[in-house]
T-cell receptor, first 116, second 111 residues
Framework: NAGVMQNPRHLVRRRGQEARLRCSPM?????VYWYRQLPEEGLKFMVY????????ESGMPKERFSAEFPKEGPSILRIQQVVRGDSAAYFC??????????????FGNGTRLTVT | AQSVTQLGSHVSVSEGALVLLRCNYS??????LFWYVQYPNQGLQLLLK??????LVKGINGFEAEFKKSETSFHLTKPSAHMSDAAEYFC?????????FGKGTRLHILP
């Protein structure tokens, strides 16, 4: 009974490169959330997706960041032309229902992105 | 809009002492509130959640939290701290079908 799987665990990119972060939700979960964590700042909501749909992307920067959750395969968080300020831990969470109340989130172990 | 504020980014307690981590919420309607714990290099795990069924909520690892509407608080407590409780703790609230987290409180346990 695998939990939420994120890969890679660590990702190093040079400024200007692209970063692709992958998240496979728990079996049976069709709702995926992405959060970014910086030291002393807690987790910041980025985007909420269901299969083939972006439900809420109010926390996503308008440029360079995109997310998808295709019908088949993992959810992908894509950061184009990375800058040093993108260095952070990115966490994916999934839930069976998207009501945010009765369906607690199950988190992956995160991807730590370092931009050099 | 619903949000939570955690008082104290770092809290230190001696092993065996009472743990108290503070969280205040702002919400125009009765909120759903959560406490999550994060151990080093891991994702967050749910400790407990408040869904209006009972004001005193018991969670895993001996933690509990009490919802106090008059104080708009949802503080996390544990009677006796253990070394394994050292971690970062996040209070959270639901808003528009997503979970919004506080900035976290890092709990240090002194031997």
């Amino acid at each position: 009974n695998a939990g939420v799987m994120q890969n890679p665990r660590h990702l190093v990119r040079r400024r200007g490169q692209e970063a692709r972060l992958r998240c496979s939700p728990m079996k049976g979960h069709s709702h995926v959330y992405w959060y970014r964590q910086l030291p002393e700042e807690g987790l910041k909501f980025m985007v909420y997706l269901q299969k083939e749909n972006i439900i809420d992307e109010s926390g996503m920067p308008k440029e360079r960041f995109s997310a998808e959750f295709p019908k088949e395969g993992p959810s992908i968080l894509r950061i184009q032309q990375v800058v040093r300020g993108d260095s952070a831990a990115y966490f994916c969470a999934s839930s069976p229902l998207g009501d945010g109340r009765n369906s607690p989130l199950h988190f992956g172990n995160g991807t730590r992105l370092t931009v050099t | 809009a619903q949000s939570v504020t955690q008082l104290g980014s770092h809290v230190s307690v001696s092993e065996g002492a009472l743990v108290l981590l503070r969280c205040n919420y702002s919400s125009s309607v009765p909120p759903y509130l959560f406490w999550y714990v994060q151990y080093p290099n891991q994702g967050l795990q749910l400790l407990l959640k408040y869904t209006s069924a009972a004001t005193l909520v018991k969670g895993i690892n001996g933690f509990e939290a009490e919802f106090k509407k008059s104080e708009t608080s949802f503080h996390l407590t544990k009677p006796s701290a253990h070394m394994s409780d050292a971690a970062e703790y996040f209070c959270a609230v639901n808003r528009d079908d997503k979970i919004i987290f506080g900035k976290g409180t890092r709990l240090h346990i002194l031997p």
